[in-house]
Nanobody, 118 residues
Framework: QVQLVESGGGLVQPGGSLRLSCAAS????????MGWYRQAPGKQRELVAT???????NYADSVKGRFTISRDNAKNTVYLQMNNLKPEDTAVYYC????????????WGQGTQVTVSS
């Protein structure tokens, strides 16, 4: 059974930082492309950042230079370091396994809320 468990969300002021983590089980993690997606209220889910099994990365234009995706294959975990957060980054962030495409792959986590507000 595949499980993706996100953690690290919360409330942060504009300009602040958060690091999201996603622990995976039930897959051969090192072989899977991984990604972070987000969905804001009233909007469609969108790709934030992806990382291939060889650690090639891709970012949405809106987060380039502020967010960094990384993976630790020894810990079966993917991270999203978010710096200089803006109110428009407020969303539920989802971890995904299986694709680097805009719609994501087959496996999703339950999501973690990130709220950027003063």
């Amino acid at each position: 059974q595949v499980q993706l468990v996100e953690s690290g969300g919360g409330l942060v002021q504009p300009g602040g930082s958060l690091r999201l983590s996603c622990a995976a089980s039930g897959i051969i993690f090192s072989t899977f492309p991984m990604g972070w997606y987000r969905q804001a209220p009233g909007k469609q889910r969108e790709l934030v950042a992806t990382i291939t099994s060889r650690s090639s990365t891709n970012y949405a234009d809106s987060v380039k230079g502020r967010f960094t995706i990384s993976r630790d294959n020894a810990k079966n975990t993917v991270y999203l370091q978010m710096n200089n957060l803006k109110p428009e980054d407020t969303a539920v962030y989802y971890c995904n396994a299986g694709s680097t495409g805009p719609l994501g792959g087959a496996y999703w986590g339950q999501g973690t809320q990130v709220t950027v507000s003063s």
